[in-house]
């Protein structure tokens, strides 16, 4: 496959991608070209048509962001303001940019979210306690054997469960007092 694919014929995809982050001409555009040619060229030997069901642009596009996202990473620190705006900054790179506004309802969002929380482990049974920090916020999760075998019912049921368990999380949590 890697004979019929030629990478000159897909510069056209390595600027699209390059031009999210900077522009033609600025200081950085040439660096962060050669990063994403790179990615082609590492993209090229990998596609396999059969078993990716995807084109070789869209598999290619993902190697090429990931190499101009390693080099920026590599290059300069990440500065972000938690924003869908993107302005650019005098060197040349977009940054995201967000309003006082935004920041303020964000943080109410994060206090109505850790209200929900606190709301749910008041009304919880002891059984949604453990589905809680046993299966769904451990770092080593118990399985659903384990818990079938514990609670000395079937699998089903304790999928069943903690489904019904996990919509009365996000019920409690998304319920304004």
């Known amino acids: 496959m890697v004979g019929t694919i030629n990478p000159l014929d897909h510069t056209g995809l390595v600027h699209f991608v390059v031009c999210k982050y900077t522009t033609p001409g600025s200081e950085y555009y040439d660096d962060l070209f050669q990063e994403g040619f790179i990615g082609l060229l590492i993209a090229i030997p990998k596609y396999d048509p059969v078993n990716f069901r995807a084109s070789f642009g869209h598999y290619a596009y993902y190697w090429i962001r990931a190499y101009v996202l390693a080099y920026l990473k ?97 019920r409690a949590i998304w319920k304004h007092s």
């Open 74 to 170: 590599r290059q300069k620190p990440v500065v972000r303001y938690a924003s869908i705006e993107y302005v650019e900054d005098p060197s040349g790179i977009y940054v995201e940019h967000t309003s006082v506004e935004e920041a303020v309802s964000n943080l109410q969002l994060l206090n109505i979210a850790t209200d929900g929380v606190a709301r749910y482990i008041d009304t919880a049974s002891d059984r949604d306690i453990y589905l809680l920090t046993e299966r769904w916020i451990s770092d080593d999760p118990v399985s659903l054997t384990d818990v079938a075998s514990e609670w000395g019912v079937s699998k089903q049921r304790v999928d069943e469960y903690e489904r019904l368990s996990l919509d009365k999380f996000r």
